[in-house]
């Protein structure tokens, strides 16, 4: 079902939101001309070459004002609006009701109800025996056999009684919950992310919050993510038929769901950069404040 219009845990939380959990932060190059869908005209995309900094946040709460639940946010890119620059949202997944419903109308993001299925799978890998040190400078070294564990997400779209694979995710199992305690888990960073949103059908006003963030910071490996099956084209677009198999209406103004999800989907599949684990996360989301737009050229 999609978030449901009903008087929820929603109306009486009040700012400042408490996050409790872990994520995972992925930097990408993605393509200045895609990241633009969703840039609203009063903002300036930053760019160089044709680029921008876009990627995703995929985040598991433990303890939230709306309880455990997943979380993954897609990022289009960074905008400008003198004096500051500032992620914008291309679209949010989550698989808890009253959070959708939150995001969208208190915070102003362009969020979805959805499913995460998780499983752990196992892959054999075939490499060299470092031990063999002479033996493989000539050619002639061993191989040895192991296996390497993952964390493989899916993530599903839920409107009603439709259901529409989003997109599939791989993680290496450092970055999984299970493993937290047994290694480094990188030193202990405070940092504040400011973020614009708004814009969209639930919230037209353009909006700027903040998240004080306070978590254990180390780069990993980073993840692998595959659109559907389906998927024909060779950018990773879905075609427009599969596109508008959840709805024909998008939380942006002027934009089809249909293109939404299909640039979402290609923002995720663009060149990843870098990777990094947020363990032990505390974060802390102000209430939004209404954004007066500088000029354009500033």
Not at 91 to 96: E, F, G, Q, T
Not at 255 to 260: F, I, P, V, W
Request: include cysteine.
């Amino acid at each position: 079902m999609d978030a449901v219009e009903t008087k929820s845990a929603t109306v009486f939380l009040k700012p400042p939101w408490l996050f409790k959990g872990s994520a995972l932060y992925q930097l990408h190059l993605v393509k200045a001309a895609t990241a633009r869908t969703f840039i609203p005209k009063e903002f300036r995309l930053v760019e160089a070459f044709g680029y921008t900094l876009g990627g995703f946040f995929l985040a598991q709460y433990e303890d939230s004002p709306f309880g455990v639940f997943d979380e993954l946010v897609v990022i289009a890119g960074i905008v400008w609006n003198p004096p500051t620059s500032c992620a914008w949202a291309a679209r949010v997944l989550v698989n808890n009701h009253d959070a959708c419903l939150h995001g969208r109308k208190d915070v102003g993001l362009p969020s979805h109800y959805a499913g995460f299925s998780k499983r752990i799978a196992a892959i054999t890998e075939k490499r060299r025996d470092t031990s063999s040190g002479f033996l493989n400078r000539v050619g002639v070294g061993s191989f040895v056999r192991s296996t390497i564990k993952h964390l493989d997400i899916q993530v599903s779209e839920i409107k009603d009684s439709s259901e529409a694979e989003f997109c599939s995710m791989r993680l290496p199992t450092s970055v999984s919950q299970s493993t937290l305690g047994k290694s480094w888990m990188g030193p202990l960073v405070k940092m504040s992310l400011p973020s614009f949103s708004g814009k969209t059908e639930y919230n037209p006003q353009l909006l700027k919050y903040s998240c004080q963030i306070e978590c254990r910071v180390r780069p990993v490996k980073t993840a692998k993510v595959s659109g559907p099956i389906s998927t024909a084209t060779d950018d990773g677009e879905k075609s427009s038929d599969q596109q508008s198999s959840i709805s024909t209406s998008s939380p942006f103004i002027g934009l089809s769901e249909s293109e939404t999800r299909q640039r979402s989907l290609s923002v995720l599949l663009s060149k990843p950069l870098l990777a990094l684990q947020f363990s032990f996360l505390r974060m802390q989301v102000e209430a939004p404040t209404v954004v007066v737009c500088r000029s354009k050229m500033q």
